[in-house]
């Protein structure tokens, strides 16, 4: 079974992070965000071989790991940025099985060169933030990334970028998670929606979090003058933290094919959602295969 979205952060990427002078950045075990509260982080939870254990545990034979877009590593100064990347893809690449890893890019000036590289070693894809993707000039800003990821098969992962200051020390811990983070990736998924998929039409993309729930507006979007089209089977959404009634919810609109199984361990760990065996199946198995069809030896049959 597969783990579509976890994180886990190597050795090579603490160090990485703790050797900022400005946030983000690690103060030993504190992470510091641009604008948003400090996180004290629990070491416990970048044990790979204690992560590999509760893998093993759960029945997953691949996890697939993010630096966490929501960090905002990838509009740091384009040169920290690339040092950023590479200290993640080095130390992630280098953990053994059950993991493997997105790569991650810096925004401000992308460098396909690195990407292409980072695929080259072994990366699955990349790991991008919901908030560029959706801003009006995402997918120019993106497409250089993009078009490495079509070229090579690869594919890419929408996860949410910084809460910023709506991540405000008046709000209580999950408002980050559940208000910005959601907003970013509904409306990652509709600006997918009205271009991406026209401009890269054989890219495989998998929205955390089920989009933000974005896939349920769709007969206001068609009320408000959108046009319906068909189900994308190329577009993927994945569970993290969400339970039975939202990805039944998701399924009844995209079908079972595009769900795929994500926990967003260490943060947070919803179980399966109770949709039966055979939805199952699809959710950790089948589903993840297709979108990782680079990689047919990593995933489990």
């Known amino acids: 079974m597969v783990d ?32 948003e509260r ?5 070491p416990a939870d970048h044990d790979p071989d204690r992560r590999a254990r509760i893998a093993a545990a759960d029945g997953d034979t691949l996890v697939c790991l993010s630096p966490a877009a929501s960090l905002g590593l990838d509009r740091v100064e384009p040169t920290e940025a690339a040092e950023l ?7 992630a690449l280098a953990l053994d099985v059950p993991f493997a890893a997105w790569a991650m890019a810096g ?14 070693r072994g990366a699955i894809g990349l790991e991008v933030a919901a908030d560029v993707l959706a801003a009006p000039d995402g997918l120019d800003r993106l497409a250089p990334l993009l078009g490495v990821l079509d070229a090579e098969g690869a594919a890419l992962l929408v996860h949410p970028g910084p809460a910023g200051d709506q991540d405000a020390p008046g ?9 910005p983070y959601v907003s970013q990736l509904h409306a990652a998924w509709w600006a997918w929606v009205d ?11 998998c929205f955390a979090a089920l989009a933000g729930l974005g896939p349920l507006h769709g007969e206001r979007q068609r009320a408000r003058g959108g046009d319906a089209g068909a189900v994308d089977p190329l577009t993927f959404v994945e569970t993290s933290s969400y339970g ?27 179980p399966p959602p109770a949709l039966g065996a055979a939805a199952l199946t ?20």
């Not at 690195?114 to 080259?120: E, G, I, K, Q």
């Not at 094919?257 to 260490?266: E, W, Y």
């Not at 198995?285 to 995933?299: E, I, S, W």
């Open 171 to 179: 709000r209580p811990g999950w408002w980050g998670p559940v208000v």
């Open 195 to 205: 271009g991406g998929r026209a401009r890269f039409p054989d890219l495989r993309v």
């Open 38 to 42: 400090a996180y004290v982080i629990d």
């Open 85 to 91: 990347a590479e200290a993640w893809i080095e130390g």
């Open 244 to 270: 039975t009634l939202a990805a039944d919810a998701v399924i009844r609109v995209l079908g079972v094919d595009v769900v795929c199984h994500g926990s967003d361990r260490p943060y947070c760990s919803a």
């Open 282 to 301: 699809a959710i950790k198995t089948r589903n993840p295969g297709r979108l990782l069809a680079r990689h047919p030896d990593k995933v489990p049959t």
């Open 4 to 35: 579509i979205h976890q994180h886990l952060w190597p050795p090579a990427f603490v160090t990485a992070l703790r050797g900022r002078a400005t946030a983000p950045r690690l103060e030993g075990w504190e992470l510091e965000l641009p604008g």
């Open 107 to 120: 925004v401000l000036d992308p460098d396909p060169a690195a990407l292409r590289d980072a695929l080259d």
